[in-house]
C-alpha cells in the first residue's frame, strides 16, 4: 500500500514539474490594439510657405502728353469706379503734334478696341464657364443627398464653382478697364486734331478710376511734363486676391489644378481653403542659404 502511494506522489509531482516547465515557456501573447476598418481618404499634402498676391494689377499711363497735376492719392487710399479722379493732365499745344503721333495715336485706338473685343470675349467665356459649374454643382448638390456621390468629390464641384464666379469678377475687371483705356486713347487722339474738335474738349484730361479697389503705388506723384505712356500710378482690387508659392520641381509635377489647397498660420483663427488654379510650365533656380 506503501509502495503505492509512493508512486501516486512520485506521479503527482512529476506532472506539478511538468506543468511548471510548459507554463513557463509557453509562448506570451502580444497585446494588439482591435478597432473596426473603415473606408476613407488617403490625403498626400506638400507644405510650402507661400505669399499673397493681387490678382490683377493694372497701371494707369498717360495717354497724352502735357502737364501732370500733383496725384493727391495715396497707397492704400481706397477708390472707387467712376468717381475717384486717379490723375489730371493738361495737354500741351495740340499744334506742336505732326502727322506721326496722329498716326500713332490711331493706332492706340485701334489697339484698345481690340483689346475692349477680347476682354468681352474672355467675359463671356467666364460667364458661360460659370453657369456649366454651377449647373455642375447643383446637379452634384442633388448627388450628395442621395449619397451616390462622397463628400470629397460634392467638395470639387464647390470649388469649381468658385473658381468659376473668381473668373467672371476678374474678367468684368479686364473688361472695365479696357474700356476705360479706349476712352484715353480716343481722348489721346481728339487732342491731335486741332482743327477738328479741339475747341469742344476740355481743356484738362481727367481720368478717374474704372473700378472700385485700392491704390498700390503711385509712380508718379509730383507735377510736371509727362509724355505718352508714362506709368502714373498702380491699381487693383485687394479682396481679389492669389497665392503664389514655390515648390521644388519633383513635387510641382504632382501638382494638379483645380487641387485643395489648405492655407495655416495666416493671421487667423482656423485654416483656409483654397484651389490651384495654375501650374508655372517653367522652372527656376533659387540657391538656399
Request: aromatic letters at 6%.
Amino acid at each position: 500500500m506503501k509502495k503505492w502511494l509512493r508512486r501516486i506522489s512520485l506521479l503527482v509531482v512529476l506532472l506539478i514539474l511538468g506543468g511548471l516547465l510548459v507554463y513557463g515557456f509557453w509562448p506570451v501573447p502580444i497585446q494588439v490594439d482591435l478597432v473596426q476598418a473603415e473606408r476613407g481618404t488617403f490625403l498626400v499634402t506638400v507644405n510650402e510657405d507661400g505669399k499673397t498676391r493681387i490678382r490683377e494689377k493694372y497701371v494707369l499711363s498717360a495717354p497724352v502728353s502735357g502737364n501732370l497735376f500733383r496725384i493727391e492719392l495715396q497707397e492704400g487710399d481706397s477708390i472707387k469706379a467712376n468717381q475717384t479722379v486717379l490723375a489730371r493732365i493738361e495737354p500741351g499745344d495740340p499744334t506742336l503734334l505732326d502727322a506721326r503721333a496722329e498716326a500713332e495715336a490711331e493706332a492706340r485706338v485701334r489697339a484698345a478696341e481690340a483689346t475692349v473685343k477680347q476682354a468681352e470675349a474672355a467675359l463671356q467665356r467666364a460667364t458661360e464657364a460659370h453657369e456649366l459649374a454651377e449647373h455642375d454643382y447643383q446637379r452634384a448638390l442633388k448627388l450628395l443627398q442621395m449619397k451616390t456621390i462622397t463628400e470629397s468629390e460634392f467638395d470639387e464641384y464647390e470649388h469649381h464653382k468658385g473658381m468659376a464666379k473668381a473668373d467672371v469678377q476678374s474678367a468684368g475687371f479686364a473688361l472695365a478697364v479696357a474700356n476705360f483705356e479706349l476712352e484715353l486713347a480716343k481722348a489721346a487722339l481728339i487732342s491731335t486734331r486741332p482743327n477738328s474738335s479741339s475747341d469742344k474738349l476740355p481743356r484738362t484730361l481727367t481720368m478717374t478710376s474704372p473700378i472700385n479697389g485700392q491704390v498700390l503705388r503711385v509712380l508718379h506723384e509730383n507735377a510736371g511734363v509727362v509724355t505718352p505712356g508714362t506709368p502714373l500710378l498702380e491699381f487693383g482690387d485687394p479682396h481679389d486676391l492669389e497665392l503664389e508659392i514655390d515648390v521644388l520641381s519633383t513635387d510641382a509635377v504632382k501638382i494638379q489644378p483645380g487641387a485643395k489647397v489648405f492655407i495655416e498660420h495666416w493671421g487667423g483663427a482656423g485654416e483656409l481653403e483654397a484651389t490651384v488654379r495654375l501650374v508655372e510650365p517653367s522652372a527656376f533656380l533659387k540657391v538656399s542659404a
